[in-house]
Antibody, heavy 119, light 111 residues
Framework: EVQLVESGGGFVQPGGSLRLSCAASGFTFSAYEMNWLRQTPGEGLEWVSYINSGDATTYYSDSVKGRFTTSRDNAKNSLYLQMNSLRVEDTAVYYC????????????WGQGALVTVSS | QSALTQPASVSASPGQSITISCTGTSSDVGSYNRVSWYQQHPGKAPKLLVFDVTNRPSGVSNRFSGSKSGNTASLTISGLQAEDEADYYCSSFTSTRIFYVFGTGTKVTVL
């Protein structure tokens, strides 16, 4: 059974940093492209970042580019999202999700991690 | 990049059919057969229902079906059941730099 479990969410002040982790199991993690997405009541679902399964090429949405960094450790079956210079508008539930190479949809999602940025 | 437009809510009685629309532009829905649909129950993660406009992943009921015409994609739920009460989101690949755009979401209520 595919399982994705996010951790590391919490409360942080504007300008602060937080690191999310996503522990994967039940599938060959190294073979999958991985993504971070986030959801807010006001803005809905938003794609945040992507990392491929091969050379760890990454892409980011304009809203987080330069502030967030996605990485993966295939030996640990883990995905990470380092979030720096956090803003109030980054407040959201963050999901990690799988994507097969060549497809444009997200097969499996984790249960989400809440990040709250507030003073 | 604006979100894809969906009706805020749709309701119907058990056994009836409903259709949720998802309107985009020629940069996303209109140009690619890369529309997917997700179901989300309260407090849960989204679940993939339909991909590439019409395809269902293994295990998804055939009561869920997708289609597309021009810049508008649609999800039809036939034989509505109580467990179908949830939020539904469409998504499309887009030629813009954000790669993926999501719909505004539709709350389905089973009366």
């Amino acid at each position: 059974e595919v399982q994705l479990v996010e951790s590391g969410g919490g409360f942080v002040q504007p300008g602060g940093s937080l690191r999310l982790s996503c522990a994967a199991s039940g599938f060959t993690f190294s073979a999958y492209e991985m993504n971070w997405l986030r959801q807010t009541p006001g803005e809905g679902l938003e794609w945040v970042s992507y990392i491929n399964s091969g050379d760890a090429t990454t892409y980011y949405s304009d809203s987080v580019k330069g502030r967030f960094t996605t990485s993966r450790d295939n030996a640990k079956n883990s995905l990470y999202l380092q979030m720096n210079s956090l803003r109030v508008e980054d407040t959201a539930v963050y999901y990690c999700a799988t994507k097969v190479y060549g497809t444009t949809y997200f097969d499996y999602w984790g249960q989400g991690a809440l990040v709250t940025v507030s003073s | 990049q604006s979100a894809l437009t969906q009706p805020a809510s749709v309701s119907a009685s058990p056994g009836q059919s409903i259709t949720i629309s998802c309107t985009g532009t020629s940069s996303d829905v209109g140009s690619y057969n890369r529309v997917s649909w997700y179901q989300q129950h309260p407090g849960k993660a989204p679940k993939l229902l339909v991909f590439d406009v019409t395809n269902r992943p293994s295990g998804v009921s055939n009561r869920f079906s997708g289609s597309k015409s021009g810049n508008t994609a649609s999800l039809t739920i036939s034989g509505l059941q109580a467990e179908d009460e949830a939020d539904y989101y469409c998504s499309s690949f887009t030629s813009t730099r954000i790669f993926y755009v999501f719909g505004t979401g539709t709350k389905v209520t089973v009366l």
